[in-house]
């Protein structure tokens, strides 16, 4: 989506006043390692409608994170 700025606007974070100037999302890999290899391989990432459901589904939610947590070892 950044690197294709496929975004519905053609404002920020395309091109914003902020910094006078189109932005470049593959500069970002160089500018922002530690960020950029957070999100490509030790984050989740989730969208925020499966956020949306009953406090259940909130708790299955938990109950599966907690389950890879509590299986690292087999997983890896």
């Known amino acids: 989506m950044f690197l294709n700025?496929?975004?519905n606007t053609?404002?920020?974070?395309?091109?914003?006043?902020?910094?006078?100037?189109?932005l470049n999302y593959k500069d970002?890999?160089?500018i922002c390692p530690v960020s950029?290899?957070?999100c490509s391989y030790e984050a989740i990432w989730l969208e925020h409608r499966i956020f949306l459901g009953?406090?259940?589904d909130?708790?299955?939610i938990a109950k599966a994170f907690r389950k890879v947590k509590e299986n690292l070892d087999e997983i890896i």
């Open 28 to 30: 970002f890999e160089k």
């Open 10 to 22: 053609r404002e920020c974070p395309i091109s914003c006043e902020f910094y006078k100037r189109d």
């Open 54 to 56: 009953s406090k259940e």
């Open 5 to 7: 700025k496929s975004f």
């Open 58 to 60: 909130m708790e299955d």
């Open 36 to 38: 950029e290899r957070a």
